[in-house]
């Protein structure tokens, strides 16, 4: 604390004494402590400056309250008003000095006087008249106080927009009477102006700015401090240009209805409530003007003056749509591309590092990857070989059935070689085809209009980097199962319908039928699951960029690589995309290659080649199926290979001899295929 001069502490004294002969009665003193002497302890000046003030305010709130209780009893004519006046402030004396509780209501009037006069003082750089000798009585001096705190408010306001400003807000709309609008572009921005708000916008976690921004949204903010109730402080003004005439609207501004307005607390309301709201607090200006002067013009009326802000807010929103990340636009724009859309686009946001090494959005680029599906249906011929292969007997074991049994490992492990093998096959003559299929004459040449994003300048092939990714059996529903490493929901069907056929002697699947409970034929459960399961063969046609290092199986993602890290070194397969005209651009090569593929049929191409090959091809035995064991062989012959269904064993105990999956399978070979 500030040890006071001799001068100072004169000062004081002589201010404290000049008081108490002026008010003898309020220098009465009770166990030692007089009213003013609390008022002088609690001057916040500290030099006794206010304390005549506060003592004259409270004797003449004395005299009015004393009034207050004799009139109409006779004294206002000659009565005794004084010792009224005396006996009421004895008897409150220990209330107000503090040494007991406040009796009555009175007492309080020194309380909101103490209060007060800190407030004035606390406030004094805001308050106009800065003089408190200038204010007669207490009313007047805490209406200078309300008008100190909406100043301080507009002035706060007014920093805090300057802030902002550098966080991506800008203030659109200001009037006479104090209203400030703020458009909002950003996430920080939302969340700078949205600070005490529910909004979603404006959230530190699960922030949604970005999402609406992406979807056309176009956000405001009315700033309306000076309003008791929290909630009606700040509004949410939301556009759309993109916005049908037939939507819901909230307001019929021109040229853009408002969508929607929130109150602070994020429930969504009408205009009418907003303007309620800014009419209190007397940003739209004199409620009464209108009806004091009929000559007013309505564009300033409080109504005109509402309907001016939202229209210039209307008018700023169409000339200045939101911000879409370019990520958004390319979306909208590859969906709405022309001619037969054969070819899928995956898009991801770019991320990259900031100067603080913290990896952060890139909203002016996009990462896109190219591929296109081919789904063919799974042959008779394989069908039926991957189901044999299931319910082979293997040293006597067969499928289980049970609840909560197993396939036994042999099978399992003979039936994910022939699968994968199916696969391996079909997957050389796929990538066969497409390299025919890119070196065809027909194929479209490299030139100033066409191919500069899939082509390659040497070649002048439209189409270079392209290549067969990710073939697989494939069901509807499609997911990833655990059996080896191209297992799918694929094998998860057929290990069901393996239970469902006669061929297993041991098979659950029972049917009503014609001729009363039966099972299954081969046939009959390979129609069953293409129309069940939609059995299929999957492959995936990718494009990808020239200087792109594909992966390949044994060259997996390291571990320490971001997630969202796109395209990091061993992801190379997207493409970047930096501005529109870099979308559009892809857009269109993307209609002419899906017009070659069409128009030249490489899914027909591929279809063909598949039948063609060996992979489709089955030799049939012209000897009747036999049984084995109590099992029905369907299109086997073990005859002439030396291979005997009893001897295909892997742990089976008394085996004189193991035989391994890759031999079995060897002898299958020969067995089934042509």
């Known amino acids: 604390m500030k040890k006071l001069t001799l001068l100072e502490k004169m000062i004081i004294e002589g201010r404290l004494n000049n008081v108490e002969k002026k008010f003898p009665l309020l220098a009465l003193k009770h166990n030692g402590k007089s009213l003013i002497d609390r008022f002088s302890k609690e001057d916040p000046s500290g030099n006794n400056k206010y304390l005549a003030w506060m003592t004259?305010?409270?004797?003449?709130?004395?005299?009015?309250y004393a009034g207050d209780l004799t009139k109409g009893k006779g004294f206002e004519k000659g009565g005794n008003i004084d010792s009224i006046i005396e006996k009421i402030y004895k008897e409150n004396l220990p209330s107000l000095v503090g040494?007991?509780?406040?009796p009555t209501g009175f007492v309080k009037h020194a309380e909101k006087i103490i209060e007060a006069v800190s407030q004035f003082h606390t406030l004094l750089p805001h308050i106009k008249t800065k003089d408190i000798y200038s204010y007669e009585v207490l009313e007047d001096l805490i209406q200078a106080i309300e008008d100190a705190k909406n100043k301080k408010k507009m002035a706060d306001q007014k920093k805090a927009i300057k802030q902002g400003a550098k966080s991506g807000g800008a203030v659109v709309y200001e009037n006479e009477y104090g209203l400030t609008v703020v458009r909002v572009d950003t996430t920080k921005a939302a969340c700078f102006f949205g600070q005490g708000t529910r909004w979603c916008i404006a959230a530190r976690i699960e922030n949604q700015f970005e999402n609406y921004t992406n979807q056309g949204y176009v956000f405001y903010y009315v700033l309306n401090p000076k309003h008791e109730d929290r909630d009606n402080q700040k509004f949410a003004v939301l556009f759309n240009p993109g916005?049908?005439?037939?939507?819901?609207?909230?307001?019929?501004s021109e040229p853009l209805p408002v969508v929607e307005i929130f109150d602070a607390a994020d429930d969504s309301i009408g205009s009418s409530t907003m303007f309620s709201a800014l009419v209190e607090t007397g940003v739209l200006g004199d409620p009464m003007a209108a009806a004091k002067d009929t000559r007013i013009p309505?564009?300033?009326?409080?109504?005109g003056v509402f309907d001016t802000m939202l229209n210039t807010l209307s008018v700023h929103a169409d000339r200045n749509p939101a911000k879409q990340a370019l990520t958004s636009y390319a979306i909208g724009e590859f969906e709405d591309r022309e001619g037969n859309q054969e070819f899928d686009a995956s898009f991801k946001n770019v991320q990259e590092a900031g100067e603080d090494g913290t990896m952060r959005q890139e909203r002016s680029k996009t990462a896109v990857r190219m591929s296109k599906q081919i789904i063919l249906n799974v042959p008779m011929g394989?069908?039926?070989?991957?189901?044999?292969?299931?319910?082979?007997?293997?040293?006597?074991?067969?499928?289980?059935?049970?609840?909560?049994?197993?396939?036994?490992?042999?099978?399992?492990?003979f039936y994910t070689k022939l699968r994968d093998q199916y696969i391996d096959k079909a997957t050389s003559v796929a990538e066969e085809q497409l390299k025919e299929f890119l070196t065809k004459e027909e194929m479209p040449k490299v030139n100033e209009e066409q191919g500069k994003l899939f082509g390659d300048e040497e070649s002048k092939n439209f189409i270079s980097q392209v290549r067969i990714k990710d073939v697989r059996f494939w069901t509807e529903n499609e997911k990833r199962l655990s059996i080896g490493d191209k297992a799918t929901a694929f094998d998860d069907a057929m290990i069901s319908l393996a239970r469902q056929w006669e061929g297993n002697p041991v098979a659950m699947g029972d049917v009503f039928g014609k001729d009363g409970m039966t099972k299954y034929t081969l046939k009959e459960l390979y129609q069953f699951a293409r129309q069940r399961y939609a059995l299929s063969f999957h492959f995936m046609v990718e494009m990808f960029p020239k200087d792109a290092k594909v992966l390949t199986k044994d060259k997996a993602v390291p571990s320490?690589?971001?997630?969202?890290?796109?395209?990091?070194?061993?992801?190379?397969?997207?493409?970047?995309?930096?501005?529109?005209?870099?979308?559009?651009?892809f857009v269109e090569e993307v209609e002419w290659i899906e017009e070659y593929f069409i128009g030249y049929g490489f899914d027909r191409a591929l279809r063909r080649a598949l039948e063609e090959s060996d992979l489709y091809t089955q030799r049939k035995s012209r000897r009747p199926a036999r049984r084995v064991k109590g099992m029905r062989q369907q299109g086997f012959d073990f005859e002439g290979t030396g291979l005997k269904p009893d001897r295909i064993k892997s742990d089976a105990p008394g085996s004189r001899r193991r035989v391994t999956v890759d031999e079995t399978l060897s002898r299958w070979n020969k067995i089934i295929k042509g």
Request: proline content about 9%; overall charge positive.
């Open 56 to 64: 004259d305010a409270f004797q003449d709130m004395l005299i009015r």
């Open 99 to 102: 040494d007991e509780p406040y």
């Open 560 to 585: 320490n690589i971001p997630v969202p890290l796109v395209p990091s070194p061993e992801q190379p397969q997207y493409y970047i995309l930096s501005d529109r005209k870099a979308v559009k651009r």
């Open 243 to 252: 916005w049908s005439e037939r939507d819901r609207v909230v307001h019929t």
């Open 298 to 303: 309505r564009s300033k009326t409080v109504h």
């Open 382 to 413: 394989v069908f039926a070989n991957l189901m044999k292969a299931l319910v082979t007997a293997t040293g006597g074991q067969k499928i289980q059935t049970a609840p909560g049994q197993k396939l036994p490992e042999f099978n399992k492990q």
